[in-house]
């Protein structure tokens, strides 16, 4: 954005053959107009910041305009401007910013500011898509591209939880071999008042998460564990919707940034680990005819979940493959069946992001000989495993774990924890996540670079609230949260009024240690060009004229002295200087070398 404005914004000197002021108010113009229409495309907050500093430049070089094409001539605009038209507009300026931040803040907008238009994509970075193919491709590289952040008021539990947060998307549960899709199943209207229960479990233990998503054309509403209820904004998502299978979507797959809250549960997973495989078999034998519960299959249902195709289950290989898996065992209960095959992909595979296999049919090459692939082939393997050995399954794709982000308090989940695992129908209970796939270690203590990011991250995320996205409810609650801050207790207040006052001694510490730079910066270059002159003449700019005359660049020495002489400057030191630096500067060679 910043190239286009820059490229864009020289196109009018073209028009210079006119006058010099049309050319310069064309050419602000023009600069200005593709810099809004740069913001609507790329809703970055560096492109915000850079905006603004230059309009803040555009209002000071109009200004300098006015002054110097209406009320002087053409021969003197090479003059510089007078000092106190940089302090007259250093005074103004923070007053208009002041008033402008007031009014937005006081009218919250109906949409967004920014369009964010989807301009491209990368087919070969890591990325939700919602879909699973397993076919030959190449390798596949990591995206840090911010996916969405996850906020919760409980921020321990929420840092505890971020590493290995299973965000589920959507479900596929029918494989031809080759590609997992989902069966099409009635969309439900989901009411944002409604409560969807999993079970006859109360929601007193309940948790609030809160979503924000990056744009995305995905209309996938991303969830963890299981939903009991889901408040979504009054905007952008344009209904919520359902299926039998459990997935959450929005109506609408603009290209746009939305947020939403959920309310979800934790299933009894310890409960249905400990649960033997005799007890699963009776309960799977149990099922009813017809669906009672959304949580629950009916006995149509579950063949849905358990159908392995022809190509594959009659294939050698495949069978190899499940008698190899097999010797993990005794799998006693359902837990023992989880760890056998977590044990058993972790002593023979290896989880890779090289899409390249030696076989076009990639789910044998992946089982057989290369035996190492990403999480698509691991979960699709272990779906295929446990539908032979009669466990209902099917996979689902989302997002596995995120960074938490200390100065936003948020999780941070980016396009590389895009993953796929799958889902154990458990009677009684619904559907559990299982992962197959071997993980690395996590990372260890953030370095620096990794810190600042963190900081830039958070700003951005503000940004984005209380200014891209600044709405009534957003204003409401950044009310609420300002009006809480009387009620503190006296505890709360003192930490509270000392981090403050750490993070003011910082800013204030920053922002000198900036202010210093720049009046070095101005001085440095101030006095730069002074350097090829005599030392003497140094000494007499700074301790006769002493910074009351500054010497234009179109301006001659003799042309400087006499301004100085007219301005009261010491006539004989005057007189004296200029008669030295003329034979310093054009008779250097007649002069005495004692001199």
Not at 35 to 50: A, K, P, R
Not at 372 to 388: D, I, K, N, P, T
Not at 422 to 442: A, K, M, N, Y
Not at 500 to 523: E, H, M, P, Q, R
Request: aromatic content about 12%; hydrophobic content about 40%.
């Amino acid at each position: 954005s910043a190239m286009i404005s820059m490229v864009v914004g020289f196109l009018p000197i073209t028009l210079t053959f006119r006058e010099r002021s049309t050319s310069y108010w064309l050419s602000v113009l023009n600069v200005v107009i593709i810099s809004l229409g740069c913001i609507i495309i790329t809703n970055e907050l560096s492109i915000y910041i850079f905006l603004t500093l230059f309009l803040g430049i555009v209002i000071l070089n109009l200004n300098a305009a006015s002054l110097m094409f209406l009320t002087t001539n053409s021969s003197e605009r090479s003059r510089l401007l007078p000092s106190n038209f940089f302090i007259q507009f250093l005074t103004v300026f923070p007053v208009g910013l002041l008033a402008t931040a007031a009014i937005f803040f006081s009218f919250p907008r109906v949409n967004s500011l920014g369009l964010a238009l989807q301009l491209g994509s990368n087919q070969t970075k890591t990325g939700y898509t919602g879909n699973i193919s397993l076919s030959q491709g190449r390798s596949i590289d990591e995206s840090q591209s911010l996916a969405l952040l996850v906020d919760h008021s409980d921020k321990r539990w929420l840092r505890k939880v971020a590493g290995r947060m299973m965000l589920r998307g959507k479900s596929l549960d029918v494989f031809d071999g080759k590609e997992w899709k989902s069966t099409r199943d009635e969309r439900i209207y989901f009411d944002r008042q409604a409560e969807f229960r999993l079970n006859n479990q109360t929601t007193k233990r309940a948790r609030d998460l809160t979503f924000y998503v990056e744009p995305t054309r995905a209309r996938a509403i991303f969830y963890p564990d299981a939903v009991v209820g889901i408040n979504p904004p009054k905007r952008n998502l344009k209904g919520i919707y359902t299926n039998k299978r459990g997935d959450f979507f929005r109506g609408t797959s603009a290209y746009e940034r939305f947020f939403y809250r959920v309310k979800v549960i934790d299933i009894d997973r310890e409960g249905a680990e400990r649960m033997s495989l005799s007890q699963y078999r009776d309960g799977l034998d149990a099922l009813p005819e017809i669906r009672l519960h959304p949580y629950e299959l009916s006995q149509t249902d579950l063949q849905r979940f358990l159908d392995v195709p022809v190509s594959i289950k009659g294939a050698e290989y495949f069978s190899l493959f499940v008698q190899d898996a097999e010797q993990m065992g005794p799998f006693n209960t359902l837990g023992d069946l989880f760890v056998g095959i977590n044990l058993f992909f972790q002593r023979n595979y290896e989880a890779s992001l090289v899409n390249d296999f030696s076989s076009a049919d990639t789910l044998k090459a992946f089982l057989t000989t290369d035996k190492r692939g990403h999480c698509e082939y691991f979960a699709s393997a272990s779906v295929l495993l446990l539908r032979s050995l009669g466990v209902p399954s099917r996979i689902v794709v989302g997002y596995r774990g995120g960074v938490y982000n200390q100065v936003s308090q948020l999780v941070e989940v980016r396009e590389l924890n895009a993953h796929a695992w799958l889902e154990v129908f458990v009677p009684g209970q619904g559907w559990l996540s299982f992962d197959p796939t071997p993980l690395g270690p996590p990372g260890g203590n953030i370095g620096f670079v990794a810190g600042m990011k963190q900081y830039v991250n958070a700003v951005s995320f503000w940004f984005n609230k209380y200014v891209v996205d600044y709405n009534r409810e957003t204003q409401k609650n950044l009310f609420v949260s300002l009006s809480q801050i009387r009620h503190r207790n006296e505890a709360e207040k003192q930490r509270w009024s000392f981090d403050w006052i750490k993070a003011i001694l910082v800013d204030v510490l920053g922002i000198a240690t900036v202010a210093s730079l720049v009046v070095f910066l101005v001085l440095y270059r101030k006095r730069r060009h002074l350097r090829h002159l005599p030392k003497y003449y140094r000494v007499f700019l700074r301790k006769v004229v002493r910074g009351k005359f500054v010497k234009h660049p179109n301006e001659s020495f003799r042309q400087f002295h006499q301004r100085c002489l007219e301005g009261g400057i010491n006539p004989d030191a005057v007189q004296k200087v200029d008669k030295a630096l003329e034979q310093d500067l054009y008779d250097r060679d007649k002069l005495p070398s004692d001199e």
